[in-house]
């Protein structure tokens, strides 16, 4: 079967495709970040959420049946969803659909895996009847056109396609590891190996899944129902239904390619605190990697209607002023001044608060004489007067948490105050 391939493929492959977002996992690795909340709900990019980013991509590709999967600390991921993401005309099959764990298998069980966790629901997806099924990560920062590689999964006549980047040999361990030839048909695939091994020709770069896979639908049925008798099975798609259907099946690579701009590939976990610190302030460089004003490929997200930002107070001791930053609707920088930051909404900086290479989550009120630097505010903090952070690792330690790279998480608890409800 041959297929011309566009800029953007949009087609009865992708209206016949069901989208399943993976998004019920506990983020522990950003600590108090998800404390109370699913990391794909986490905030991002000053007024998105980071499910907003595979919902995106499913609807700028064509695809709109989506089902998203929610299990742990899922009610302000429900709330975005519902208040941002439904509208999607039912009478056109169109739809964002919400899987919480329901223990609907016997016997009765929360999602034990990623695998577990689609494999629940099979019925649900048996009633949509879907030609191909898109398995997604619902905590991954990335702009994407599924269309070309449903296409090229098609072409290749494969049971399983999975998407793949290169990362540096360094970080691969973290990673699930793909080994393939020259036909790109996998031959090996290792999940978060301890010695990676490197790409042919390259000494510094693995080849390293995205957690991305396009099924034949009836091939998906089958390796679930496999997986869910195996004994020693986790019930995880990279540990094991994908290994298991490489000897067995027509399983291929599709290299990751940002086709949309043209531009390097740009796709990011962001796991740790330290990775949301950077991948943030990233966003507020000259010329990002990651393009937010994007007409081709937009995000969509759900946000409150907040009036403009506003800069107030122009005298050479009391500058409102943000430099290199990004800043939402409805902050107010009041006679301080704000560099390389992200603002989320609804923040206020007083007079005399200087902020440095911090990201601030929204309804944050930063008040006089502040200091602030490299750090991560979480939603609902207020600091009060002449609070410093960021400035002695040993003074920071002693209240909040501090990372391996020296970036400070601040929340409300560590400051003694209620945490806001994260809605």
Known sequence: ?????????????????????????????????????????????????????????????????????????????IQHIQKGWGFL???????????????????????????DAVFQNIDIIRNHDPDFVLILAGDHIYKMDYGPMIARHVERHADLTVGCIEVPLGEARDFGIVTANDES??????????NPKPMPGSSEFAYASMGIYVFSTQFLYDQLARDA???????????????????????YAYRFQDVISGRRAYWRDVGTVDAFWQANLELADAVPELNLYDDEWPIWTYQEQRPPAKFIYDRADHLGMAVNSMVSGGCIISGAVVRHSVLFSNVRVDSGAAVNDAVVLPNVLIER??????????????????????????????RFHVTPRGVVLVTPEMLGQQQQHDS
């Open 1 to 77: 079967m041959s297929l011309v391939h566009t800029e953007r493929f949009v087609s009865r492959l992708t209206r016949n495709t069901l989208a399943l977002i993976l998004a019920g996992g506990r983020g522990t690795r950003l600590q108090d970040l998800t404390r109370w909340r699913a990391k794909p709900a986490v905030p991002f990019g000053g007024k998105f959420r980071i499910i907003d980013f595979p919902l995106s991509n499913c609807i700028n590709s064509g695809i709109r049946r989506i089902g998203v999967l929610t299990q742990y600390k899922a009610h302000s991921l």
């Open 89 to 115: 005309r039912g009478e056109f099959g169109e739809f964002v659909e919400l899987l919480p764990a329901q223990q609907r298998v016997d016997p009765p069980s929360w999602y034990l895996g990623t695998a």
């Open 185 to 194: 048909q996998m031959t090996e695939f290792i999940e978060k190996p301890q």
């Open 229 to 251: 008798v195996a004994p020693n099975s986790s019930r995880d798609f990279a540990k094991d239904i994908v290994p298991a259907a490489i000897p067995m099946a027509r399983v």
């Open 369 to 398: 004489d502040c200091r602030v630097r490299r750090a991560v505010i979480d939603q609902g903090c207020r600091l009060p007067p002449g609070t410093v952070v960021g400035e002695s690792a040993e003074e920071d330690a002693r």
